[in-house]
Nanobody, 124 residues
Framework: VQLVESGGGLVQTGGSLRLSCAASGFTFSNYLMAWFRQAPGKGREFVAAINWGGSKELYADSVKGRFTISRDNDQSTAILRMTAVKPEDTAIYYC??????????????????WGQGTQVTVSP
């Protein structure tokens, strides 16, 4: 099983970034996909999740209206589009996969598979 994130980097406040998560080794279309992030000196926090079919999404209040999660089951890829970014969005961003439903998406322990993370840095 592999989850490989890409697309991180340095972006100015107010800018945009697109993160990708390429999955392999499991039946991607059967899994809930989510993004979490971990800022320096803080614990990992939930960002966004999307159900297996892509019909329902869930967002943390801190990113609602600015970030959009999507998925392409044919390509086994999950995407996080980040717009109007803020310095407080600076973190390592991780994608994760879980076999359960969207109701459990905020619970880090519910996720079976994790990527290695990609760094996002937002300059003031």
């Amino acid at each position: 099983v592999q989850l490989v994130e890409s697309g991180g980097g340095l972006v100015q406040t107010g800018g945009s970034l697109r993160l990708s998560c390429a999955a392999s080794g499991f039946t991607f279309s059967n899994y809930l996909m989510a993004w979490f992030r971990q800022a320096p000196g803080k614990g990992r926090e939930f960002v966004a999740a999307i159900n297996w079919g892509g019909s329902k999404e869930l967002y943390a209040d801190s990113v609602k209206g600015r970030f959009t999660i999507s998925r392409d089951n044919d390509q086994s890829t999950a995407i996080l589009r980040m717009t109007a970014v803020k310095p407080e969005d600076t973190a390592i961003y991780y994608c994760a996969a879980a076999g359960g439903g969207l109701e459990m998406a905020r619970a880090e322990h519910a996720f079976e598979y994790w990527g290695q993370g990609t760094q996002v840095t937002v300059s003031p």
